[in-house]
């Protein structure tokens, strides 16, 4: 039984050996007719990325350094590092509202040729990539039909988020000067009272 599996295995083996060339063509032309099938019907794609570059200190510059000498801030701009800006851009990115505005603005519904915006939403959030490289950066990239449609979606997007940083700082900034101003109204208040004490204390 042993010789005839081992006859048969050398048989399978020479049988090979003299069709080499024909399963080679067959091999290559297995392969071209496969790649011929994806440019056909799957089509080409185009990536477009932009790189930002996140700040060691936030964008509200020497203000930001008064905040880190109160240690009861109702919000933490004092110590804003570079991951805490990844995870903030991430969020903004692929927020509900900002990737609905880029589904009206390039009309995806039409460009995907779906009929349903969650299921627009989806494939869109498929087709942006948000992460950070190693050199500490952070990348934005876009892929779509042609090369001039995907370099106008990231760079609506890096403009949309640059808009809501511009904001979010500004009511950061807004909040922390409230904060401030009641704090320093509070400690002329206790002052006053301090001195008020004093005075009947003396007299």
Do not use: C, W
């Not at 049988?15 to 297995?30: A, I, P």
């Not at 080409?44 to 964008?59: G, H, L, N, R």
């Not at 995870?87 to 519904?109: A, H, P």
């Amino acid at each position: 039984m042993a010789k005839e599996r081992n006859f048969d295995f050398l048989d399978y083996l020479i049988l090979l050996v003299k069709n080499k060339k024909s399963l080679l063509v067959l091999f290559f032309f297995t392969l071209i007719l496969s790649y011929g099938a994806i440019y056909l019907f799957i089509g080409e794609k185009y990536d477009s990325t932009a790189i930002i570059v996140p700040s060691d200190q936030d964008q509200l510059g020497g203000f930001s350094s008064l905040l880190k000498s109160f240690s009861s801030l109702p919000v933490g701009l004092g110590n804003i590092s570079k991951g805490t800006s990844v995870d903030m851009y991430k969020t903004i990115i692929y927020s509900r509202s900002n990737l609905e505005k880029v589904v009206t603005e390039f009309n995806l519904l039409k460009a995907y040729n779906l009929n349903s915006m969650e299921k627009t939403l989806k494939q869109l959030s498929k087709n942006i990539n948000a992460e950070e490289t190693k050199e500490g950066a952070f990348e934005i990239t876009a892929r779509a039909d042609d090369p001039n449609t995907a370099a106008k979606i990231v760079n609506f997007i890096v403009d949309e988020l640059n808009k809501r940083i511009i904001e979010l700082n500004v009511r950061k900034s807004h909040d922390n000067k409230m904060f401030l101003e009641d704090r320093y109204s509070e400690i002329r208040k206790n002052l006053r009272i301090a001195e008020d004490s004093l005075k009947l204390f003396q007299e």
